[in-house]
Each structure stands twice: as C-alpha cells, then as structure tokens.
Nanobody, 115 residues
Framework: QVQLVEAGVGWVQSGGSLRLSCAAS????????MAWYRQAPGKQREMVAT????????NYSDSVKGRLTISRASAKRTVYLQMNSLKPEDPAVYYC????????WGQGTQVTVSS
C-alpha cells in the first residue's frame, strides 16, 4: 500500500525559510517524476515543483520560481522542498505525489507565514 508522509516545521516569518520532506513507502519512487503541490483555503490544489527520476531536471511554477527548490534522495525514497524568501501568499497545505499524480494523497503539511 502506497503511503506518502509529508513533514516539516510549519510556521515561519515572512522572508524566512522552511524545508519540507516527503517520505514514500510501498512504492518505488526512484523511477518516477515527483512533484510538490499546495492547496490554499478556497483554492484548487496546484503543482509548484517537479523533479525527474534522476534528479537532473526540475521545473517550477512562476509563483515560486527562484524561491523554492525541489530535490530528492531516491535511496531514502524521500523528496524535499526547500522554501526560501517565503511570502504571505505561500501559506497552504503542501503535498507530494508523482507528477501525474498517481497515488493516494497524504495528509500534507501546513505551512504558515506570518507577516
């Protein structure tokens, strides 16, 4: 059974940094393009970053480009999201999944940015 578990310290001041992690079990993610998504209250879930299976290619939405960095440690079945220069519009629940997405969603991790 596939399980995705997102984690990370969820509160930061505007302009600050956070690092989120996503641990996958029950699935081999090393062959899969992975992604981070976020969903703010009242809004649809959106994809913010993707990373190919070999980690060599990444892609970002315009709203986070230059501030967020996706990476992966395939041996650990873990995907990371380094978040820098956080803005008031970044608060949301952040999720990871494949880029399609393919698997059941995890519980996500709440990110809160205080001004």
């Amino acid at each position: 059974q596939v399980q995705l578990v997102e984690a990370g310290v969820g509160w930061v001041q505007s302009g600050g940094s956070l690092r989120l992690s996503c641990a996958a079990s029950g699935v081999i993610v090393s062959l899969t393009t992975m992604a981070w998504y976020r969903q703010a209250p009242g809004k649809q879930r959106e994809m913010v970053a993707t990373i190919t299976s070999n980690g060599q290619l990444t892609n970002y939405s315009d709203s986070v480009k230059g501030r967020l960095t996706i990476s992966r440690a395939s041996a650990k079945r873990t995907v990371y999201l380094q978040m820098n220069s956080l803005k008031p519009e970044d608060p949301a629940v952040y999720y990871c999944n494949s880029a399609r997405p393919t698997w059941p969603w995890g519980q996500g991790t709440q990110v809160t940015v205080s001004s």
